[in-house]
């Protein structure tokens, strides 16, 4: 659990401006994602990196940007924020070679 | 677009007794198939997987199997636990160069003493 950390924790954000959540591993793990969970939704991929600069969109993309300048960091944008983006927001990594998805701790966002 | 159903979303259980639950999916290129537990405010944690090739898994008293024609996946607990208490997610997971993993909803077991 220690090899994944998200910050911040807890976020309250007014609707229309912009917010970065920011994933950094310990693990050296070549993927990352982000999801977000909603009740009734389970998780949903937002977008991945499968490896340093290289990104691809997932199932709930629109609104949301994502960066990886190295392979410990991936960054997570909403470039205005709305109120539907209010959620719980998951980092998650694996490594090259390997299905397995480990899962950071979370950070809890609120857009008003 | 592909999507993972699963069922039921909550399921009442008395202490001692067994659980399934159980998933479909629509990908057919699908491969490997997860199941988390998360327990309140926690992450999500992998408790089994099993992969294509294979059709059955246990580890102690959890146990998974899968049915790749009917596009069919269940997770059994057996001799439930209060500490079974948690939502747990099954996935269904393809190699697209990266492994873009398609959740359930969750299901919420209600463990009873």
């Known amino acids: 659990d220690a090899g994944i950390t998200q910050s911040p924790r807890h976020k309250v954000t007014e609707t229309g401006t912009p917010v970065t959540l920011r994933c950094h591993q310990t693990e050296n793990h070549r993927y990352m994602y982000w999801y977000r969970q909603d009740p009734g939704h389970g998780l949903r991929l937002i977008h991945y990196?499968?490896?340093?600069?290289?990104?691809d969109k997932g199932e709930v993309s629109d609104g949301y940007s994502v960066s990886r300048s190295k392979t410990e960091d991936f960054l997570l944008t909403l470039e205005s924020a709305t109120s539907s983006q209010t959620s719980v927001y998951f980092c998650a990594t694996s490594d090259r070679g390997r299905y397995e998805q480990y899962f950071g701790p979370g950070t809890r966002l609120t857009v008003t | 677009g592909e999507n993972v159903e699963q069922h039921p979303s909550t399921l009442s259980v008395q202490e001692g007794d067994s659980a399934v639950i159980k998933c479909t999916y629509s990908d057919s290129a699908s491969n490997y198939f997860p199941w988390y537990k998360q327990e309140l405010g926690k992450r999500p944690q992998l408790i089994i997987d099993i992969r294509s090739n294979v059709g059955e898994k246990k580890d102690q008293r959890i146990a998974v199997t899968l049915n790749k024609t009917a596009k069919h996946f269940s997770l059994h607990i057996t001799e439930t636990q209060p500490e079974d208490s948690a939502v747990y997610f099954c996935?269904?997971?393809?190699?697209?160069?990266?492994?873009?993993?398609?959740f359930g909803a969750g299901t919420r077991p209600f463990v009873k003493a």
């Open positions: 990196s499968y490896g340093v600069k290289d990104t």
């Open positions: 996935a269904a997971t393809r190699n697209t160069g990266g492994f873009k993993t398609i």
